[in-house]
């Protein structure tokens, strides 16, 4: 979901809210006093209450975590390369605003061949993978930018790697964009 769309249905949501606020504190006022509200009112009303607070934190919960996961991929095995067969993470930034991508770090799974993702985040600029051809430890992403990362798996084959992949049986990938964290499981 792009970040103007969310911001879109972050604004319905906000106008739906105080439409259902509105209403409850109208109905109070105006009922003359010992004349209770029908049952179907209140019924209606909690119902489009509760359904206005589950989209909301739906949304809100998507607008607080920036990076939205895209695809991951397993890079068939190179031997001129010194890490492979590798698993790449790609991300795009959802949110706003510029994102700060701190550092990540594997948190639970199948252990690691070195000390991976660690200097492996790239931005895609201008129809083109920077810095290249490794990657920083840090990255700065505009909005609706796509970034990715790469970890390679100890003692794991390239059918293996990808067989795990696709069950999401890796584990977790942990990081930090501007100051907040957030896991993906692979």
């Known amino acids: 979901m792009s970040s103007r769309t969310l911001e879109v249905l972050l604004r319905i949501v906000e106008v739906l809210g105080t439409i259902v606020i509105a209403t409850f504190a109208v109905l109070a006022f105006l009922r003359p006093s010992g004349t209770p509200v029908p049952t179907w009112a209140w019924r209606v009303l909690i119902l489009a209450g509760l359904a206005v607070l589950a989209i909301g934190g739906r949304l809100i919960f998507h607008s607080w975590r920036p990076m939205t996961f895209l695809k991951s991929c397993v890079e068939p095995y190179d031997p001129k390369l010194e890490f492979s067969p590798k698993l790449r993470v790609e991300l795009r930034n959802d949110s706003r605003r510029c994102v700060d991508i701190e550092t990540s770090r594997w948190i639970e799974g199948k252990p690691l061949r070195h000390n991976s993702p660690w200097k492996t985040w790239q931005v895609y600029r201008e129809g083109k993978w920077t810095p290249s051809p490794a990657g920083e430890a840090k990255l700065h992403a505009h909005p609706g930018e796509?970034?990715?990362?790469?970890?390679?798996?100890?003692?794991?084959?390239?059918?293996?790697?990808?067989?795990?992949?696709?069950?999401?049986?890796?584990?977790?990938l942990e990081i930090a964009a501007n100051g907040r964290r957030f896991k993906i499981k692979l």
């Open 146 to 172: 796509k970034v990715r990362t790469w970890m390679v798996f100890k003692g794991m084959s390239e059918s293996e790697l990808e067989n795990a992949r696709s069950n999401k049986w890796l584990g977790k």
